[in-house]
């Protein structure tokens, strides 16, 4: 399946300190996507990076993709304690009809 | 971002029991909305697309008839779990698409759990 790999599953970092989480999917996209979901709750959309770009930021956010290795990662600097939350990253496979296909999702644990 | 309205966001029911879930997209018309399914600690799985106006599209493996999805108008689509069992209890999240139909706007979940 498309299902896209995360690691680590688990990340514990103390506060002030940068988390990178990565992914990796196995077939061409147009696009992959960064979702964050807090315990219990829906997911809330962080960025999105297109196939033909490389590296996108937003905030404390940079995203980056590798199209050749089929691999993105997620750097959140300068974390917070309010950051703790499940990242998953999502792709849109060519020609899936825009159907979205999450990967397995790291949870971060950001402690003070 | 766009507002996505789910309820109710926790049901508790007896086995054999039908539930519906609703899923309202507040300040955007929606024509296509896509039912997902998480268990603790584990991804979405896409479940279902639910266009307005035409029958649903499942993925392989989920039951048609077991989860009943009606996108009755833009704005409303729901799931019904029928005749439902404990290995049914889980996390069902709806979403739909932005206007670019790129990324994707979230309900706040419904856990379900079947006794």
């Known amino acids: 399946s498309q299902q896209g790999e995360e690691d680590p599953q688990a990340l514990s970092i103390q506060e002030g300190e940068n988390a990178t989480m990565n992914c990796s999917y196995k077939?061409?996209?147009?696009?992959l996507q960064w979702y964050r979901q807090n315990s219990g709750r829906g997911l809330v959309h962080l960025i999105l990076i297109r196939s033909n770009e490389r590296e996108k930021h937003s905030g404390r956010l940079r995203v980056t993709l590798d199209t050749s290795k089929k691999s993105s990662s997620l750097l959140i600097t300068a974390s917070r304690a309010a950051d703790t939350a499940s990242y998953f990253c999502?792709?849109?496979?060519?020609?899936?009809?825009?159907?979205?296909?999450f990967g397995t999702g790291t949870q971060l644990k950001v402690e003070l | 971002g766009a507002v996505v309205s789910q309820h109710p966001s926790r049901v508790i029911c007896k086995s054999g029991t039908s539930v519906k879930i609703e899923c309202r997209s507040l300040d955007f018309q929606a024509t296509t909305m896509f039912w997902y399914r998480q268990f603790p600690k584990q991804s979405l799985m896409l479940m279902a697309t639910s266009n307005e106006g035409s029958k649903a599209t499942y993925e392989q493996g989920v039951e048609k008839d077991k989860f009943l999805i009606n996108h009755a108008s833009l704005t409303l689509s729901t799931l019904t779990v029928t005749s439902a069992h404990p290995e049914d209890s889980s996390f069902y999240i709806c979403s739909f698409q932005g206007a670019q139909g790129e990324k994707l706007f979230f309900g706040s979940g419904t856990q379900l759990s079947v006794l």
């Open positions: 999502a792709t849109d496979a060519a020609g899936g009809g825009n159907k979205l296909t």
């Open positions: 077939t061409s996209i147009n696009n």
